[in-house]
């Protein structure tokens, strides 16, 4: 039976859906959980090498569920933040890479669970910004931290303070989408993207991301080193003997196991 998040897998790809359109998606604790228990999954199947997360209807996620909100206390505030902060760090330590696919609006947490993926494909539709200030609050999963991380502190500032919405155009300007597409092209394209890393060897994938990801936050010289190790494990892998054998031989027939 469908629920509020969906998964459905085909070929190492998932495709990770939210279904509340009636909600714009909007991120409540239900919807929270969904995310979990769905990446938690997906962690124990060895056939994912690439997952896409999207929405239903006109909305990526518009934003927390403001309802659900408005009455909280201080400790219910800070229990809602914890809660959204873990879901999201789940998906941005998921050791394959997870494409946000970008149909709609991606506002506040929205915009947040977006910059928790690793790439964000828009639809032209698209619409992203964190508003939160224009409610008398603030982002509280993530958007202070990732935001100056992914477009630098200056344009991060302006729009966290401005609560400005910007278009997708704008967005792929800054830095904040890697690509803008038609909208009957998203899903074509993420699928495209999602089956060309699939494709490739999911050990080394998985290394590069948690070197990406370690690294920002370390200085050069522990993120080099740190890399370094990781380039060195990729080579008691089967894939990397089976990849620099078809290299060699110039074939380019390699399947890459996971192993």
Do not use: W
Request: proline content about 4%.
């Amino acid at each position: 039976m469908a629920g509020i998040v969906n998964v459905n897998v085909e070929e190492g790809v998932a495709v990770v859906t939210i279904d509340r359109p009636e909600a714009l998606n909007a991120l409540n604790d239900e919807t929270l959980a969904g995310l979990e228990g769905a990446f938690h999954a997906l962690n124990i199947d060895r056939s994912i090498r690439a997952v896409i997360l999207t929405g239903t209807g006109k909305a990526f996620v518009a934003g927390a569920d403001v309802k659900a909100m408005a009455g909280f206390s201080p400790l219910e505030a800070r229990s809602f933040a914890q809660r959204g902060q873990r879901v999201f760090n789940l998906i941005e330590d998921f050791p394959h890479p997870v494409i946000a696919a970008i149909n709609g609006f991606a506002l506040g947490g929205g915009c947040e669970l977006a910059m928790a993926c690793d790439l964000r494909i828009a639809s032209e539709k698209a619409r992203a910004g964190q508003p939160e200030v224009k409610l008398g609050t603030m982002p509280g999963f993530g958007g202070t931290q990732r935001l100056p991380r992914i477009l630098g502190r200056s344009a991060a500032k302006y729009l966290l303070f401005t609560g400005e919405i910007i278009d997708a155009q704008r967005a792929l300007e800054l830095g904040l989408f890697n690509e803008v597409v038609a909208p009957d092209q998203l899903m074509p394209r993420c699928l495209e993207i999602a089956r060309t890393i699939a494709a490739r060897a999911p050990i080394a994938v998985s290394y590069a991301k948690a070197a990406v990801n370690q690294g920002t936050d370390a200085t050069l010289g522990h993120g080099l080193s740190h890399e370094a190790e990781l380039f060195a494990q990729t080579f008691a892998t089967a894939d990397q003997k089976a990849g620099m054998l078809a290299f060699l031989e110039k074939r380019d027939d390699v399947v890459f196991h996971g192993i």
